[in-house]
C-alpha cells in the first residue's frame, strides 16, 4: 500500500536516495530545501509500507525571469524506482503537484526539462498529461551557464547551480548512471503545460519539426561517437 503526501525537509535523504536510484541529474541539499520549504505542497512523494521513498516530484514556483511579476510552476525533478513504474504513480504526483500549484498560485504555465532520449518521460508528459515541447534546450546535460537572474537566485541559497555536479551519462537503456565522459552531450526538451490555455496559436507543424531536427541531430550525435569507439579500437589481427 503506497502513501502519497507532501514532501517536508525531513525526507530529503530518502528523496535524494530515490533521485539518485533513477536520474543522472542530482541536486545540492539547498536546493531541496528551497523548493520544499519555499513553495510547500508542491513537492510531493510515494513512500512504502516501511516509509522507503519510491516516488516524488520536486516542484517549485518561480517568477519568469524577465516579468519578474509573472510565476511559472516548474517540475525540477520526477522519478519512480523502478518496481512501481507502470503502475501510473508519476501521473498522480504529476496531477496532485499541478492541482496545487495552480490552486495556491496564479501561474502562467507549468516548465520542465527532458532529455530528448527519455521515451517514458516524453511519453507520459507529451501524451498523457498535455505538456507541448516550447523549445530545444542545446548541451542541457553540460554544464551551461546559467543566466545572471537564476545565478542571483542560487547564491542567495549559498551555491552556484542547483546540481550537485555535473549530471552523469545514462546508458542505452536510458536510465543507469555512468561516469561521465565527454559523451554527455544531449539535448533535452523545454516542455510547458499551459494552464490557462497557448497564448500563441499552437504550431503544431513547427512542433513537430523542432522534435525531428532534435532527433535527427541526437542520432547523428550517437552515430558520430560510436564511429569515433569503431576507429579508436585495435583492429583484428
Ligand atoms: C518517467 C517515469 C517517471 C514514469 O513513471 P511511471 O510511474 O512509470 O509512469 P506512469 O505509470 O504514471 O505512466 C503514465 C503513462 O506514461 C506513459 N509511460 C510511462 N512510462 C512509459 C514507458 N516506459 N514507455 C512508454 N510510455 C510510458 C504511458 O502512457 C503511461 O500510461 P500506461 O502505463 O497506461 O500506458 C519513470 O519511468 C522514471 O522514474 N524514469 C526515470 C526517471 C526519469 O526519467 N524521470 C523524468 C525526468 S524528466
Redesign the pocket.
Given at each position: 500500500m503506497l502513501n502519497i503526501r507532501p514532501a517536508n525537509p525531513k525526507d530529503i535523504v530518502n528523496l535524494q536516495r530515490c533521485n539518485q536510484l533513477?536520474?543522472p541529474?542530482n541536486y545540492v541539499a539547498q536546493f531541496w530545501v528551497h523548493c520544499i520549504v519555499s513553495w510547500p505542497n508542491t513537492s510531493f512523494l510515494a513512500e512504502d509500507a516501511s516509509g522507503r521513498v519510491v516516488?516524488y516530484v520536486l516542484a517549485s514556483v518561480e517568477p519568469v525571469d524577465d516579468h519578474p511579476h509573472l510565476l511559472v510552476g516548474h517540475?525540477n525533478?520526477?522519478?519512480?524506482?523502478r518496481p512501481?513504474?507502470?503502475?501510473?504513480?508519476?501521473?498522480?504526483?504529476?496531477d496532485i503537484s499541478k492541482e496545487s500549484m495552480t490552486s495556491t498560485h496564479y501561474i502562467q504555465y507549468i516548465q520542465?526539462?527532458?532529455?530528448i532520449s527519455?521515451?517514458?518521460?516524453l511519453?507520459?508528459?507529451r501524451?498523457?498529461l498535455g505538456y507541448t515541447i516550447y523549445r530545444v534546450e542545446h548541451k542541457y546535460c553540460e554544464h551551461v551557464p546559467l543566466s545572471s537572474v537564476k545565478l542571483r537566485r542560487y547564491r542567495k541559497l549559498g551555491c552556484e547551480s542547483p546540481f550537485n555536479r555535473p549530471p552523469l551519462c545514462r546508458d542505452d537503456n536510458?536510465?543507469t548512471v555512468l561516469p561521465r565522459t565527454d559523451a554527455d552531450g544531449e539535448d533535452a526538451f523545454c516542455m510547458r503545460l499551459w494552464i490557462h490555455g497557448d497564448p500563441s496559436t499552437p504550431h503544431t507543424r513547427q512542433e513537430k519539426q523542432t522534435v525531428l531536427r532534435a532527433m535527427f541531430q541526437y542520432a547523428s550525435h550517437k552515430g558520430r561517437l560510436l564511429l569515433a569507439c569503431v576507429r579508436r579500437s585495435p583492429s583484428p589481427r
Open positions: 533513477c536520474l541529474e516516488g517540475i525533478s520526477l522519478a519512480v524506482i512501481y513504474r507502470r503502475l501510473g504513480l508519476a501521473k498522480r504526483l504529476m520542465l526539462n527532458v532529455r527519455n521515451r517514458a518521460a511519453a507520459l508528459y501524451d498523457v536510458g536510465d
